[in-house]
């Protein structure tokens, strides 16, 4: 049995839940399902708000809020919509916490220790309109490396590097859209180039996508930067002790980081789990798995784990990177009007749809995730309305009207039952390496040649003669056998359809015999299990 510690991408505090958010902890949700169903494996779930930064202190303002209220609110509203989505986290913690305050202090005190410290002025960017020194994400202008436009003050989305915002050209303020005016600071820096060798090591033992690999060593050939990890007021966060530089407060990535340690700290206090300094000790058999989107590499593949050596922590096993949401092929944007929140899903969806979609698409690749309503409802409506939930359908007549819903006590072809039996481990194992496309390829598969198993036999046939009806009802248990079968293997992905059919089923579904066909068991009167998509969802997202 494994010890995993799995973690998603903190979401920020300043808005709702969208379905990029959602794509991620569904991606992070399904393999976590998998390792305890399947493997029976210990995985603790966890995740936590990003509450700190001067966006927060931009949007309180917008809303004419309280800051803390805003964050609690936003909390809760988070913790909800997760939920909804069957998002099996563990804890669901916050940046903005005393734990994460000690480990802020704690990596502070010991960058100094290490004399990797430096205190220096810079220039940076201020909106004189708005009197705000502009964080990197609230200028835009054109790369100092690769010149393209429309690229943020801290890093570039197209050559992946990263640079100071005062090398950017042309900036303009989002707040203000005005061009800033270069202001002097003085700022407190880790230095960090002498770290690359360490890295380098990380990632050769690191379990990576190719992709991954090749851009963290891709960026480990250029010098790398110190890393600016303060920022002025106003601000929203933590405050660094005077005696190090007066008043200064934590760069938001810098807290952001160290919430995954403080937030399993506080989820092993509450649980009074003795385990904590085991899961992040060097050189133990305990995992750790860091899902996240392909814009925040540089954070997690080169200063997560330079933190995490600094503490003298164990780092990732792996990091687990996935592309962006598109709707209908463009980005998630609210002014072009393709901005779906979790909310907006879950008002005229159900989330079992959303799942299964997102894992149509879902491999071991870092491709951006297009969300085609149009696309959308044909998958949903033929691959689980037609084929999936239209199985018991086909036969549930059969056994209410001839056998009082009572299975018979034998399989009507043993050899074709275990056919679907031995599909455990191929599908397992595309589970295991995040291949939820193969898996639901193989499941397709799967149906199909079901449904052809009941067009072959002609189970309307087989009630002529008793001797027949015989025949009818082993064929008829040997249908809701692999039906189960199947299910078992979907569960990650549809958690509350695979509920829908424990209950029609009468039974609590494990991996443990599912081998062993239910024999003499009477099931529940059919009803149905998933609902047709209509065509009106497209009126109702365009209308958002």
Request: aromatic letters at 16%.
């Amino acid at each position: 049995m494994k010890n995993i510690l799995v973690t998603c991408a903190l979401p920020y505090s300043n808005g709702p839940i969208h379905l990029g958010h959602i794509l991620e902890h569904i991606q992070a949700d399904i393999w976590v399902k998998y390792q305890r169903f399947f493997l029976g494996n210990n995985v603790y779930f966890i995740c936590a708000d990003d509450a700190h930064g001067t966006a927060i202190i931009l949007k309180s303002i917008e809303l004419n809020i309280d800051p803390l209220l805003m964050i609690k609110n936003n909390l809760s509203e988070h913790k909800k919509i997760f939920r909804k989505f069957n998002i099996s986290h563990d804890i669901y913690f916050s940046t903005h916490s005393k734990e994460n305050y000690y480990f802020s202090l704690l990596l502070l005190n010991k960058i100094k220790s290490k004399n990797l410290l430096v205190k220096k002025s810079i220039m940076q960017y201020y909106d004189v309109d708005k009197k705000f020194f502009l964080p990197d994400r609230y200028i835009k202008g054109i790369c100092p490396i690769c010149k393209s436009k429309d690229q943020y003050g801290d890093y570039c989305n197209i050559c992946n590097n990263i640079y100071y915002s005062h090398n950017l050209i042309n900036p303009i303020s989002l707040l203000s859209n005005k061009k800033p005016i270069l202001k002097k600071s003085k700022h407190l820096f880790l230095k960090i180039n002498s770290f690359k060798k360490k890295i380098e090591k990380w990632i050769s033992l690191c379990f990576l996508q190719n992709e991954v690999k090749n851009q963290l060593l891709y960026l480990l050939n250029k010098k790398l930067i110190d890393w600016n990890i303060s920022r002025d007021l106003p601000y929203f966060g933590f405050k660094i002790p005077d005696s190090f530089i007066k008043k200064k407060y934590f760069y938001v990535w810098f807290d952001a980081l160290l919430c995954y340690i403080s937030t399993f700290k506080y989820f092993c206090k509450i649980n009074k789990f003795s385990f904590f300094n085991k899961f992040w000790k060097i050189n133990n058999n305990y995992y750790i798995y860091n899902f996240i989107g392909k814009d925040i590499l540089y954070f997690h593949g080169l200063l997560w784990p330079i933190i995490l050596d600094i503490l003298n922590f164990k780092k990732p096993t792996s990091l687990i990177v996935h592309g962006h949401v598109l709707i209908n092929g463009k980005k998630m944007s609210k002014s072009l009007n393709n901005f779906i929140s979790g909310k907006d899903w879950l008002n005229i969806l159900n989330s079992d749809s959303l799942r299964y979609y997102f894992s149509t698409k879902l491999s071991f690749k870092i491709n951006d995730i297009n969300l085609s309503l149009d696309d959308f409802i044909k998958t949903i409506n033929s691959e689980i309305v037609n084929k999936f939930v239209n199985i018991p359908s086909r036969i549930y007549k059969f056994l209410e009207n001839y056998f009082n819903n009572i299975l018979s006590g034998e399989i009507y072809n043993i050899n074709f039952y275990y056919y679907f039996v031995n599909k455990f481990n191929l599908v397992s194992d595309y589970y295991l390496k995040f291949n939820y496309k193969n898996v639901l390829y193989e499941v397709n598969n799967m149906i199909d040649l079901l449904n052809k198993f009941i067009n072959d036999t002609q189970p309307w046939l087989l009630i002529n003669s008793e001797k027949k009806i015989k025949k009818l009802h082993s064929f008829c248990t040997t249908i809701i056998n692999i039906f189960k079968i199947i299910s078992i293997y979907l569960y990650p992905i549809v958690p509350n359809l695979f509920s829908k059919i424990e209950k029609f089923l009468n039974l609590k579904l494990s991996i443990k015999n599912f081998h062993i066909p239910i024999l003499n068991h009477k099931i529940s009167k059919y009803e149905k299990l998933f609902l047709r998509v209509d065509k009106s969802i497209i009126n109702y997202f365009n209308k958002l």
